[in-house]
């Protein structure tokens, strides 16, 4: 006798407990309220946020996948496609445009060879648009995957960020 087909998790058990210290936090009737700390735990995990690991994740906190899914292409912090070993938020909300945002995209665009929301060839940048990350004062600011702001981005700096980040790559 075969035992029964077990699905495959996607989610390692690391991130899974995670998930419930996040879940632990509200009632038990709220639980959908970690939705967004669960899709950061997935999303860091995995690099993006597949319709499979949004089912994994609509499950563990119990909530319809369809909510979920809404919740991640909702926020631009969460990527539904994959995105490059480094994903480059760039905020071009006009008060950061006002103070070169927008000169500080072109000016990545022209680096890199590719527009908001693609990657590089070599799969190390991905390139996004991102709205206000609330450090207007510092602009152009710019966000390295989701947890690194860099602030007063001039070309110079962009460069040597680029420079950084290639020889992590």
Not at 26 to 38: D, I, L, N, T, Y
Not at 59 to 73: C, D, K, S, W
Request: glycine share 6%; aromatic share 6%; charged share 25%.
């Amino acid at each position: 006798m075969t035992a029964p087909d077990t699905p495959t998790r996607l989610l390692s058990d690391a991130a899974r407990a995670r998930i419930e210290r996040e879940c632990a936090k509200f009632p038990p009737e709220h639980r959908q309220s970690a939705v967004m700390a669960a899709l950061a735990i997935a999303q860091k995990e995995h690099g993006w946020v597949s319709p499979e690991v949004i089912d994994e994740v609509a499950a563990q906190i119990g909530m319809p996948p369809i909510a979920v899914h809404e919740v991640a292409t909702f926020y631009n912090m969460y990527d539904v496609r994959p995105v490059g070993r480094f994903k480059l938020s760039v905020c071009t909300c006009l008060p950061c445009a006002l103070r070169d945002g927008a000169k500080a995209g072109e000016y990545l665009k022209d680096k890199l060879g590719v527009d908001y929301g693609e990657t590089t060839a070599d799969g190390l940048f991905t390139l996004k648009e991102s709205e206000c990350q609330g450090a207007c004062g510092d602009a152009p600011v710019l966000l390295v995957n989701n947890e690194r702001m860099c602030s007063f981005m001039s070309s110079a700096k962009i460069d040597a960020l680029i420079d950084e980040l290639k020889a992590k790559g």
